[in-house]
């Protein structure tokens, strides 16, 4: 069993940066490939990206590559969203979840997810 709990969410105007943690518990964090998806009102919930367990692969959507990086650090159980250049088109809740597949990208891969976080980008 692994608990997520993610932080950093807020208000932001386009251009502007927000980093989101997510604090695990429960037993063998590090050998979960970990992730981020997101859901903007109205739609479904979408891959942004994930990271292997030794943060040696990554994996990015399309819309926010070069803009969103992904990171861990095993040691304190935790894995940030570094968001930069934000657009209103990010506006959405943002989930930490975990997965036992190595690059899963679908939602039905996921085994754990967080409660999620707000993000709001005003333009």
């Known amino acids: 069993q692994v608990q997520l709990v993610e932080s950093g969410g807020g208000l932001v105007q386009a251009g502007g940066s927000l980093r989101l943690s997510c604090v695990a518990s429960g037993r063998a964090f590090s050998t979960y490939f970990l992730g981020w998806f997101r859901q903007a009102p109205g739609k479904e919930r979408e891959f942004v990206a994930g990271i292997s367990w030794s943060g040696g692969s990554t994996l990015y959507a399309d819309p926010v590559k070069g803009r969103l990086t992904i990171s861990r650090d095993n040691a304190k159980s935790t894995v940030y969203l570094q968001m930069n250049s934000l657009k209103p088109e990010d506006t959405a809740v943002y989930y930490c979840?975990?997965?036992?597949?190595?690059?899963?990208?679908?939602?039905?891969?996921?085994?754990?997810w967080g409660q999620g976080t707000q993000v709001t980008v005003s333009s």
């Open positions: 979840v975990a997965s036992r597949s190595l690059m899963a990208q679908l939602p039905r891969q996921y085994d754990y």
